[in-house]
C-alpha cells in the first residue's frame, strides 16, 4: 500500500507563498486521481485540488487561482504551489487518492499569520 509523506509546511505572512511537496513510497502513475485536502482546526477534512495522470485539474473555489496542483509520476511526487496565501488557508495538508479517506500520511502544517 502507497505511503504518502508530505512536506514544505511553515508560517508564512498573509501574501505569501509555500510550495508543498508529498512523496509517495512507490510509484504514483497507476493512480488516475491524486490529491491535496486540508483541515483547520474544528473542521472536517476536505479535497482541494486534484491532478489526473492525464493532466487535467481540479480545485476547489477557495483555492482557484492562487493554489496549482502538479505531479512529478517519474519521482512519484506530488507538489501544491500556494500563492496569496490567507489566513483562512491555516491547515494540516495531506495528499492522497483523490477520494480516498484512508491510508493518510502524518501531514504538513501551514500557518498563515501576519
Known amino acids: 500500500q502507497v505511503q504518502f509523506v508530505e512536506s514544505g509546511g511553515g508560517l508564512v505572512q498573509p501574501g505569501g507563498s509555500l510550495r508543498l511537496s508529498c512523496t509517495a513510497s512507490?510509484?504514483?502513475?497507476?493512480?488516475?486521481?491524486i490529491a491535496w485536502a486540508r483541515q483547520a482546526p474544528g473542521k472536517q477534512r476536505e479535497f482541494i485540488a486534484r491532478?489526473?495522470?492525464?493532466?487535467?485539474?481540479l480545485y476547489i473555489e477557495s483555492v482557484k487561482g492562487r493554489f496549482t496542483i502538479s505531479r512529478d509520476d517519474a519521482n512519484n511526487t506530488l507538489y501544491l504551489q500556494m500563492n496569496n496565501l490567507k489566513p483562512e488557508d491555516t491547515a494540516t495538508y495531506y495528499c492522497?487518492?483523490?477520494?480516498?479517506?484512508?491510508?493518510w500520511g502524518q501531514g504538513t502544517q501551514v500557518t498563515v499569520s501576519s
Open positions: 491532478a489526473s495522470k492525464y493532466g487535467s485539474t
Open positions: 512507490t510509484g504514483i502513475s497507476s493512480i488516475d486521481l
Open positions: 492522497n487518492k483523490y477520494n480516498s479517506w484512508t491510508n
